[in-house]
């Protein structure tokens, strides 16, 4: 399916350093015409350098940035044809509205009507409509910001760029924000990158998620992917909480369907998937989502998937409960939704944990 | 694919290839542009200086060196100067300190008069005042007359009681900015345990003040020693370094010995500048953060309160009367000698002549001093090529160097080509431009810290190239540092004397060149009406400069350096 589609921006073997630092350290990676990419990672991990490269502003030391065919790598951004939102939205204060809209179009020399009905059009489609004589310092945080989105797509541009466009809003309208964005951009079909620092934020509104750190690619995969197949620790620790518990590959079924692991606390067997590369006696590291755990009271003897444990405590959070259970020299998190409807345990209760077979593997 | 890629970048051709190379280097290239300027305009001169000063006949010499250190009259000049120096500066911390600390801890009432009357001398150029005491303490002095007294106004008191008045403002800005962050409550500490308001300021104020007030005084120093005009007008026989070097050329043609004088004239300036940046740098406490909070008033001790008034009082009363003998002086004959209303002073012809070839100098020098100010603040904030940080230090030394030294320069440099500008009005105003470009380089980058650089990156992103830009978004939102820099050399230029008086030519005056002639003469109702009028002007400049301050928030410390 992926190789059907055609790939509006490539990015190849790009290098970049600042200094004796090296921040870029070969990206290669590919967005395809309509998707919606984020560039997500701890803070320093380059994806606003990777960005600025995409958009001209920082220069790259070597690799390649190919737009629809063509290596943009060396040209200025105002002759690329990508378009940038920018953190601080970078509005020009002494301009309306409706002239920071009609920038790019004005030095394009369109004609003045056609600006106009251009600039109307972009009104509406952030649903700004009337505000265009207005001046930026009248106008709220929400709205400038969607001046500017509106101001980069005016142009039509072949990728939109958005440098964490959403950090300056406060929290409730950053989710409303967030949908807009996402809205527009899948009415009209543009090539999007977004730069987030904010996991939830990437896992809500890409098609794909490009885990950068420390300059190189984690990961590139759908949130699904990123989520539930997590490629190494750092992506899994990344994203949500995570029980990580060591153990060893004791053996694979004949059939290649399951695969026996024993760890400190008890032995499991897991699903072993297609595409599953881990050989017998592999030391592997299990991704173990709270969620994905459950709780019984104890029961004597060993059923399979199980660990014995005693709660230690818990938090009630309304939708969920959080408990963290001591199972002999650990601790584990477990996240019992819907609490409203199952057993309620207590500081001290025994009870038993069960292993889901669909847990992720990790080859050490 | 890899013939898309090829013709993609063929098809655009050569026009293409220029507009992407100017989208990059085109801001190198203004700066090489304005580096050149500098260069000419600034180092050049005084490098000039110093090659004269060493060059004799046959080469390079100590000669004149020797010649300055063993001529008794060259010798006392040096030796007045540095005490004119210091007597000034221990004299201006002292009411500097009595003023400040009146107007941030003294009752409401008192603050804001206070305060006026210390900054009024920033209205009026500094010469003002020997003109003034010449009118109250001169031979035919009111004063002198009313009480038939014998004062020899033509001395070292004059002198320094003029360079004081002059010089206040500075003082007392830095040192009230000084008090104004020190936080109140290390105050209010020390007096919760029983400390007397006495001690007090000799324990927490003081020492926590220490270092922004040495930083004054020796801003105060430099200033004092450069100039030149009220120890020309009140010196009289005592020999003072800034008009010795005025008379080296126009008395004595000897360019090497103004050379001499003027290598001698930086030297202190130097010395206090790396101090100031090396070993003060960072010195100081800043014992508050954000906003200073307003001092509460509290009723301050008598016996710290009255001494206090009467200095500020004194002094302030001075000022004062200063600017009323101004006044009067330029509608009466001769002011407490004959009393008669005349209108000739104001409407003297050459006073306006003079007045006029001012303004035009300066309206030239403010145009030229704005852009060259605004580009350069703008080339030394956004380009990235290495020796910005000397190239703005460049940009400020036109400020701190004496006048009297630059306008040496200037006629050793510019009398002979590649560039001969000697006997134009040209030389003046680049002179004026150069010296006084620091404010508007200044003020640009202080608004360009309030920019952020994305906004630029935004048109550029949406279309724009470098000259679009600059023309488009960076220059509209500049403009008010255009215009500050603009009105702030304007109204330098219509005050200054030090520098210009070395460049004009007989039948060309400017109005504070005339000034200097007709005081020295003795014609006070000329100098006194031309100089009410350069006050006017330049109180109609600040009065501008206020309105902009205050629409855009843009802060332009004053300085002095007429």
Partial sequence: MEHQKTPMLELRDIHKSFGDVEVLKGISAEIDKGELLTFVGPSGCGKTTLLRIVGGFTPLNSGQVILDGEDIGALPPNMRNTKMVFQSYALFPHMTVAKNIGFGLKLKKWPRNKIDSRVEELLSLVHMEGLGDRTIDRISGGQQQRVALARALALEPKVLLLDEPLSNLDANLRVVMREEIRNIQERIGITTIFVTHDQYEAMSISDRLLVLNDGVIQQIGSPVEIYEQPANEFIAGFVGYVNFLEGKIESIDKEMKIKYVSTAYGNLELNHNQGDDEQKYDEILLVIRPETLSLSADQAGKQANTFHGVIESFMYAGSLVKYTVKVEDREMIVDQYNPKDATKFQRGDKITITVPRTTHALKK | MAEAVISGATGKGLWYKVRSFLGIHLINIFAGALFTLLAIFLLYPIFSILIMSLRGDEGFTLEFYKEFFSYNFYYWSLFNTLILGTVTMVILVVVGFCFAYLTTRGPFWIRKPLKIVALLPLAAPPYIFAISLITLLGRNGFIN????????????????????????????????????????????????????????????????????????ALLVFVMTIAEFGNPAILGGRTPFLAPDTYLAITGEGDFNMASVLSVILIAPCVLIFILHNYVLKGKGYTTIVGKPTAVEYKEIAPGIKIPFMVVAFTVGLLVLSSFGVILLGSFVKIVGVDNTFVIDHVL???????????????????????????????????????????????????????????????????????????????????????????????????????????????????????????????????????????????????????????????????????????????ELGLASATTMKVIAIVAVSIGILKVIAKKTGLDVSKKQGA
């Fill in chain 2, 348 to 522: 003297n012809t050459q006073s306006n002549i003079a007045i006029w070839n001012s303004i035009k100098v300066s309206l030239c020098a403010g145009l030229f001093g704005a852009i060259v100010g605004t580009l350069l603040a703008y080339v030394i904030m956004r380009g990235k090529f290495p020796g910005r940080q000397f190239m703005e230090m460049i940009a400020l030394s036109g400020f701190a160097l004496p006048g009297t030294v630059i306008g040496v320069g200037y006629i050793i440099a510019f009398n002979r080509p590649p560039f001969l500008l000697t006997g134009t009005i040209w030389i003046i105003i680049l002179n004026c431009v150069f010296r006084f470009v620091a404010v508007g380089v200044e003020a640009g980058i202080s608004k360009l810290h309030q920019i952020s650089i994305e906004i630029e990156e935004a048109s550029a992103d949406l279309g724009a190239d470098f000259l679009t830009i600059f023309f488009r978004i960076v220059l509209p939102i500049m403009f008010s540092a255009f215009v500050v820099g603009f009105i702030y050399t304007f109204m330098t230029t219509m005050m200054s004397l030090s520098s210009v008086i070395f460049l004009v030519t007989p039948g060309f005056d400017l109005a504070s060149v005339y000034i200097y002639l007709t005081a020295q003469l003795g």
């Fill in chain 2, 145 to 216: 007359n009313l009480l038939n007294l014998n004062f020899n106004i033509y001395s070292w008191t004059g002198v320094i009681a003029a360079q004081c008045l002059a010089f206040l403002p500075l003082s007392f800005m830095m040192i009230e900015n000084v008090l104004n962050s020190l936080n109140p409550s290390l105050e209010e500490t020390a007096s919760d345990m029983g400390a007397s308001e006495f001690r007090i300021i000799r324990s927490i104020t003081i020492p926590l003040s220490a270092p922004g007030l040495l930083k004054a």
